[in-house]
T-cell receptor, first 114, second 113 residues
Framework: GQQLNQSPQSMFIQEGEDVSMNCTSSSIFNTWLWYKQDPGEGPVLLIA?????ELTSNGRLTAQFGITRKDSFLNISASIPSDVGIYFC??????????????FGSGTKLNVKP | DSGVTQTPKHLITATGQRVTLRCSPR?????VYWYQQSLDQGLQFLIQYYNGEERAKGNILERFSAQQFPDLHSELNLSSLELGDSALYFC????????????FGPGTRLTVT
């Protein structure tokens, strides 16, 4: 079943605006990762988070591992047209660490108007 | 370029047929993961191999199988294909056996007619 709820499903924003998206789960996660996928391409790793409360930046991107370990958010500041794409959260359930399974959210489709 | 290569890029085949997708991991990576992405969907984890051995299994159908060879490249075999198997199939690789930082290939688009 679906372990991750990612929202919003899609966003239409103006260039220069800030963006926020998040992932939530009813279960505790061991790791949270954020990926970006361009059309017809494979996902590209943006940020990896390994500890509850961890806040990590990568250029204009900032992501946090929620204190409860059940959520994570990704912020993009001052969006530009090349930010267009689908953003996926992904993670590993704490209770399934030994099984090595990985879950992906359903994605947030970002559209940026120049 | 992630360093992960996948062939072929596109594949069109008929129902009931069998196909093989190939993946070469990044240099030095021992793990290979296979994912299926249907239209406008997220990625569904299928299977992971680490240094030639199956390490983790996701929602992989019995009609699908995979293996990792001594040179660490991997193949995903899809048999008795159905229309619903049409999807993008991605391979990813990572250095160790844990899937934390996976690097994805460009994918193989499979169309079953």
């Amino acid at each position: 079943g679906q372990q991750l709820n990612q929202s919003p499903q899609s966003m239409f924003i103006q260039e220069g605006e800030d963006v926020s998206m998040n992932c939530t789960s009813s279960s505790i996660f061991n790791t949270w990762l954020w990926y970006k996928q361009d059309p017809g391409e494979g996902p590209v790793l943006l940020i990896a988070l390994y500890k509850a409360g961890e806040l990590t930046s990568n250029g204009r991107l900032t992501a946090q591992f929620g204190i409860t370990r059940k959520d994570s958010f990704l912020n993009i500041s001052a969006s530009i047209p090349s930010d267009v794409g689908i953003y996926f959260c992904a993670g590993q359930l704490l209770r399934e660490v030994s099984f090595n399974k990985f879950y992906f959210g359903s994605g947030t489709k970002l559209n940026v108007k120049p | 370029d992630s360093g992960v290569t996948q062939t072929p890029k596109h594949l069109i085949t008929a129902t009931g047929q069998r196909v093989t997708l190939r993946c070469s991991p990044r240099s030095g990576d021992l793990s290979v993961y296979w994912y299926q992405q249907s239209l406008d969907q997220g990625l569904q984890f299928l299977i992971q191999y680490y240094n030639g051995e199956e390490r983790a299994k996701g929602n992989i159908l019995e009609r699908f199988s995979a293996q990792q060879f001594p040179d660490l490249h991997s193949e995903l075999n899809l048999s008795s294909l159905e229309l619903g198997d049409s999807a993008l199939y991605f391979c990813a690789s990572s250095v160790g056996s844990v899937p934390y930082e996976q690097y994805f290939g460009p994918g193989t688009r499979l169309t079953v007619t």
